[in-house]
């Protein structure tokens, strides 16, 4: 008896040998298993935003920036915090309450207060102040786009609101006041490309 090789494509079926006959319904048992494992690894691989207090689940807010996820919100609770925060991700970090409840004052007065280095990052509600060494501010954006910088008060530092290298940023309703230097400041660098 000669051996016969059966090759499957879909619904066609084909054979080298000659008394070999199978007919194979693939698109019936593929597409519903294919259809599984497309919603089971959509369910696995997403995982949604948490929402992370402070001083609840972290005591302070650069240790929740910190073990958050990109899309995170942090929520701040009434009180003074003592540290500069570096956000280095996107997230949206609020207060509970507003800029009148909570402060978050300079540990190291030659550091900026909140240091933003990453896109679609939301400050909002802020009392910020104390960074008063040469070039800090309360709130320093580097090199960054799409941040919302909203309903936070900037002062006593040496700018208020610092954007280096910053652009498609919105600012609304901040006030950035009684700082040694100015208010908001930024430093752009426009690039000229010579006319041909």
């Known amino acids: 008896m000669r051996k016969s090789e059966i090759f499957i494509w879909g619904n066609f079926h084909a ?23 497309l919603i089971l690894t959509a369910f696995t691989c997403v995982s949604s935003a948490r929402t992370i207090y402070v001083p609840d689940d972290y005591e302070k807010i650069q240790w929740a920036v910190d073990n958050a996820s990109a899309g995170d919100t942090i929520i701040v609770r009434d009180g003074t915090y003592v540290e500069n925060v570096n956000v280095n991700k996107r997230l ?28 679609y990052a939301n400050i909002s509600g802020f009392t910020v102040k104390g960074a008063v060494g040469s070039w800090k501010g309360g709130i320093y954006l ?55």
Do not use: W
């Open 92 to 119: 949206t970090i609020m207060l509970e309450n507003g800029s009148d409840k909570t402060i978050v004052q300079a540990k190291n007065p030659d550091d900026h207060v909140l240091e933003v280095t990453a896109d």
């Open 15 to 37: 054979t080298t040998g000659d008394r070999a006959v199978m007919r194979c319904e693939v698109g019936k048992f593929v597409f519903p298993v294919f259809a599984s494992f």
């Open 142 to 196: 580097e090199n960054v786009e799409h941040c919302n910088i909203i309903n936070n008060n900037a002062s006593n530092n040496y700018h208020g609101i610092y954007l280096r290298y910053s652009f498609n940023n919105i600012l609304t309703n901040n006030t950035a006041i009684s700082n040694n230097n100015s208010g908001i400041y930024q430093i752009i660098t426009l690039s000229i490309i010579p006319m041909q």
